[in-house]
């Protein structure tokens, strides 16, 4: 009895414990959420440097939903900055007499080599005013670098590092692994679509001539984009630049000075003491800096009209495509679908720009999307923003817009589609582990994964898939007033850059969002506009408990495996799969 008491009274006690403990969780991280979402005016001075440090990670538009970007060891913002308020404050920065430049603290970039071409060119348009941007870093990745290369002067630690080696695309492949492991994926794609290279990890050792014909195409255009950049800022001929490249010349912080890929190395108070020089301040601790998510909350001067009727609805279509609600992370196409439709059932918004930036994903889920982007033309203008990529799934929802933008650097295309199914069968003999089934019809259990596919079901499931890749190459087909012969050529699942997608009329403009907005009021034909924003984002306190146990979760994972999460990431997306595919072969890093 009295050790019944004992471990009653220490299972209450650690209840309890863990109760208070769970109560200063939440105490903290609604502390968090609140000082996270105030938006207090901050009042700008004069002489402002603007600061512009994206160490931290871009995303599409700034999260409203503080968990999405909460660090759950600070119980603080991750600091991430939405595109969306950096191209609005950059080009209201460029009009702000109390701006005087812009420091880029280039240490490390987290985004995409689409986003980093829609910033750079923003910032190619901020020094139209005159004013001066200033680039420093202790290392110069070569996406930070092609991004600084738009600055008046570009510094380096004496001791720092600029990378400058090309791109690489690198794959891993499971086949041996599940070989041994017993596991037999089953690949269904089009008898064609020999590009359409997401299930060779499971199907091959090594990358297939295929898919290194392609990968070459695009990543070659995009390499060749970011020379022409560089060169044409830097004054290197592209030879030049391919030569440091192959030679492996830049071995220094002096190399990168002596082959004129950095102005000059200085120590960050060196640089301070320059900025204190430009911004007209007596000592360096008078700067005013300001960050350019700051500068979101400094009053916008009044432009007298009042409110404006007419909008444009901005629309972000951002992550893999699956069936659902979906967040800002993950296209849904219920969510999705209805932030469409109520787009275009408002008389007041003139036209729609859809901000697509998807790899791609469920194909039934796209063509549900798809539905909604046709309804939409047929009411009113709707243009196309291809971000960092927009392949596959992300393509097809593209697909019927009056006009498509992208940079050329945006990866795209990949008009096919696959399933793949498992068979674990010798997994479980091995084991020791039997199964069986009781079915009513000759193939009540088609898709079970403890038994090998027939030829017939294989069949079926084949035909399937080819029908699904006719749908969508017929929809491209429409959408671009092209032939299925056409499509067809150009698709098979073939992935290619935004410079290729232009050339053979897959998209119609480069450009990044800005641009696509300018078009969009040019199509709907009207001056003065508002911009709205969907879908709408939730309330930050009713999304605390809905996210919160996924959000702990993937931060949890995350902290554990470091850099290695991104390949955990796709490839607990890879297993996860259902139904036919319309995505990407795999996620393209250039760093």
């Given at each position: 009895m009295k050790s019944f008491l004992k471990f009653t009274l220490a299972s209450i006690l650690g209840f309890f414990i863990t109760g208070i403990i769970l109560i200063f969780i939440i105490i903290g991280i609604i502390g968090g959420i609140v000082s996270s979402t105030q938006n207090d005016t901050i009042n700008i001075q004069t002489n402002t440097v603007l600061t512009l440090n994206l160490s931290n990670g871009v995303v599409e538009r700034s999260f409203k939903n503080p968990l999405e970007d909460m660090n759950f060891k600070t119980f603080k913002p991750n600091g991430k900055v939405g595109l969306n308020d950096i191209l609005k404050n950059l080009k209201r920065a460029k009009e702000d007499q109390n701006?005087?430049?812009?420091?880029?603290?280039?240490?490390?970039i987290n985004a995409g080599i689409g986003t980093i071409e829609e910033i750079r060119n923003a910032l190619i348009d901020f020094k139209t005013s005159g004013k001066f941007i200033i680039a420093y870093s202790d290392i110069y990745t070569q996406g930070s670098y092609y991004l600084s290369t738009v600055a008046d002067q570009i510094y380096l630690n004496p001791e720092g590092i600029v990378e400058f080696k090309g791109l690489s695309a690198q794959l891993m492949f499971f086949k041996d692994a599940l070989d041994k492991l017993g596991i037999q994926p089953i690949i269904i794609r089009g008898k064609n679509n020999k590009f359409k290279s997401a299930v060779e990890p499971f199907m091959y050792n090594h990358i297939s001539e295929a898919n290194k014909l392609q990968t070459l195409t695009y990543m070659s255009s995009i390499w060749g984009h970011l020379l022409q950049g560089i060169s044409k800022t830097r004054k290197i001929p592209i030879s030049q630049l391919n030569l440091l490249a192959d030679?492996?010349?830049i071995n220094s912080a002096k190399d990168a000075v002596k082959y004129q890929l950095i102005d000059s190395l200085k120590y960050y108070d060196e640089v301070l003491a320059e900025l204190k020089n430009r911004s007209e301040t007596k000592t360096t601790s008078d700067i005013n800096f300001m960050s350019i998510s700051d500068y979101t909350n400094v009053p916008r001067a009044s432009t007298g009209k009042g409110l404006i009727k007419n909008k444009i609805a901005v629309i972000y279509a951002n992550g893999e495509i699956n069936m659902g609600d979906g967040s800002d992370k993950e296209i849904g196409s219920e969510g999705l679908s209805k932030a469409i439709r109520k787009a275009r059932l408002d008389a007041n918004i003139k036209a729609i720009v859809l901000r697509v930036n998807s790899p791609g994903g469920s194909a039934l889920a796209s063509e549900v999307i798809w539905r909604e982007v046709t309804l939409a033309k047929k009411a009113k203008?709707?243009?196309?923003?291809?971000?960092?990529?927009?392949?596959?799934?992300?393509?097809?929802i593209?697909?019927?817009?009056?006009?498509?933008?992208?940079?050329?650097?945006?990866i795209t295309g990949s008009i096919g589609v696959f399933g793949i199914m498992w068979n674990g069968q010798t997994l479980m003999n091995q084991l020791g582990i039997n199964s069986d089934a009781v079915n009513t019809n000759l193939h009540s259990d088609i898709g079970n994964t403890s038994r090998p596919m027939s030829d017939a079901e294989y069949a079926t499931i084949q035909k399937s898939v080819e029908d699904i890749y006719g749908v969508f190459i017929g929809h491209v087909a429409e959408g671009r007033n092209k032939t299925k012969e056409a499509v067809d050529a150009i698709g098979q699942g073939r992935v290619w850059s935004g410079e290729n997608a232009k050339e053979i009329g897959l998209i119609d403009e480069f450009g990044g969002l800005t641009d696509a907005i300018e078009g969009a009021k040019q199509l709907a034909e009207i001056e003065d506009y508002r911009i709205v924003e969907y879908p709408e984002q939730e309330n930050p306190f009713d999304l605390l408990l809905k996210d919160f146990s996924g959000q702990v979760k993937a931060y949890v994972i995350e902290n554990e495996l470091g850099n290695s999460y991104t390949y955990y990431n796709r490839l607990n997306q890879l297993t996860k799969l259902n139904g036919v595919q319309a995505r990407i072969p795999f996620v393209v890093d250039i760093h």
């Amino acid at each position: 009895m009295k050790s019944f008491l004992k471990f009653t009274l220490a299972s209450i006690l650690g209840f309890f414990i863990t109760g208070i403990i769970l109560i200063f969780i939440i105490i903290g991280i609604i502390g968090g959420i609140v000082s996270s979402t105030q938006n207090d005016t901050i009042n700008i001075q004069t002489n402002t440097v603007l600061t512009l440090n994206l160490s931290n990670g871009v995303v599409e538009r700034s999260f409203k939903n503080p968990l999405e970007d909460m660090n759950f060891k600070t119980f603080k913002p991750n600091g991430k900055v939405g595109l969306n308020d950096i191209l609005k404050n950059l080009k209201r920065a460029k009009e702000d007499q109390n701006i005087k430049g812009i420091y880029l603290n280039s240490t490390g970039i987290n985004a995409g080599i689409g986003t980093i071409e829609e910033i750079r060119n923003a910032l190619i348009d901020f020094k139209t005013s005159g004013k001066f941007i200033i680039a420093y870093s202790d290392i110069y990745t070569q996406g930070s670098y092609y991004l600084s290369t738009v600055a008046d002067q570009i510094y380096l630690n004496p001791e720092g590092i600029v990378e400058f080696k090309g791109l690489s695309a690198q794959l891993m492949f499971f086949k041996d692994a599940l070989d041994k492991l017993g596991i037999q994926p089953i690949i269904i794609r089009g008898k064609n679509n020999k590009f359409k290279s997401a299930v060779e990890p499971f199907m091959y050792n090594h990358i297939s001539e295929a898919n290194k014909l392609q990968t070459l195409t695009y990543m070659s255009s995009i390499w060749g984009h970011l020379l022409q950049g560089i060169s044409k800022t830097r004054k290197i001929p592209i030879s030049q630049l391919n030569l440091l490249a192959d030679s492996m010349l830049i071995n220094s912080a002096k190399d990168a000075v002596k082959y004129q890929l950095i102005d000059s190395l200085k120590y960050y108070d060196e640089v301070l003491a320059e900025l204190k020089n430009r911004s007209e301040t007596k000592t360096t601790s008078d700067i005013n800096f300001m960050s350019i998510s700051d500068y979101t909350n400094v009053p916008r001067a009044s432009t007298g009209k009042g409110l404006i009727k007419n909008k444009i609805a901005v629309i972000y279509a951002n992550g893999e495509i699956n069936m659902g609600d979906g967040s800002d992370k993950e296209i849904g196409s219920e969510g999705l679908s209805k932030a469409i439709r109520k787009a275009r059932l408002d008389a007041n918004i003139k036209a729609i720009v859809l901000r697509v930036n998807s790899p791609g994903g469920s194909a039934l889920a796209s063509e549900v999307i798809w539905r909604e982007v046709t309804l939409a033309k047929k009411a009113k203008p709707v243009v196309v923003s291809m971000g960092d990529v927009a392949a596959s799934g992300g393509y097809y929802i593209s697909s019927p817009a009056d006009k498509i933008y992208a940079n050329p650097v945006t990866i795209t295309g990949s008009i096919g589609v696959f399933g793949i199914m498992w068979n674990g069968q010798t997994l479980m003999n091995q084991l020791g582990i039997n199964s069986d089934a009781v079915n009513t019809n000759l193939h009540s259990d088609i898709g079970n994964t403890s038994r090998p596919m027939s030829d017939a079901e294989y069949a079926t499931i084949q035909k399937s898939v080819e029908d699904i890749y006719g749908v969508f190459i017929g929809h491209v087909a429409e959408g671009r007033n092209k032939t299925k012969e056409a499509v067809d050529a150009i698709g098979q699942g073939r992935v290619w850059s935004g410079e290729n997608a232009k050339e053979i009329g897959l998209i119609d403009e480069f450009g990044g969002l800005t641009d696509a907005i300018e078009g969009a009021k040019q199509l709907a034909e009207i001056e003065d506009y508002r911009i709205v924003e969907y879908p709408e984002q939730e309330n930050p306190f009713d999304l605390l408990l809905k996210d919160f146990s996924g959000q702990v979760k993937a931060y949890v994972i995350e902290n554990e495996l470091g850099n290695s999460y991104t390949y955990y990431n796709r490839l607990n997306q890879l297993t996860k799969l259902n139904g036919v595919q319309a995505r990407i072969p795999f996620v393209v890093d250039i760093h």
